[in-house]
């Protein structure tokens, strides 16, 4: 199966292509609903995890904006975006 055939949208399939996969649910939204603030939880782990080196030129080039330094996927549960991207952090009155 080439990767142009699968359904990135089921996020079942991260695992079986070495991606992990982590996915926002909290009491008041379902699955992708994204709120401001509050953790992506782990809902898949790959057996064998793909590497940066195991990707394209291109592929690295494009996921380099998204890299989540000094984070393990493998040994979170849960990810808070705006805590890992200051570009993307909005102050809040809680600040």
């Known amino acids: 199966m080439g990767l ?16 992990f996969a982590f996915d926002y649910s909290g009491p008041e939204h379902g699955y992708g609903s994204y709120a401001r603030g509050q953790a992506y939880r782990r809902i898949g782990l790959p057996s064998d995890p793909v590497t940066a080196n195991q990707l394209s030129p291109d592929a690295r080039t494009y996921l380099t904006a ?15 975006v705006e805590e890992t991207f200051a570009s993307i952090r909005h102050p809040s009155i809680w600040d």
């Not at 142009?4 to 292509?17: Q, S």
């Open 4 to 19: 142009g055939e699968l359904d990135f949208y089921d996020l079942a399939v991260a695992p079986k292509v070495g991606a």
């Open 66 to 80: 998204v890299c989540f330094r000094d984070t393990c996927f493998a040994d979170v549960d849960a990810l808070v």
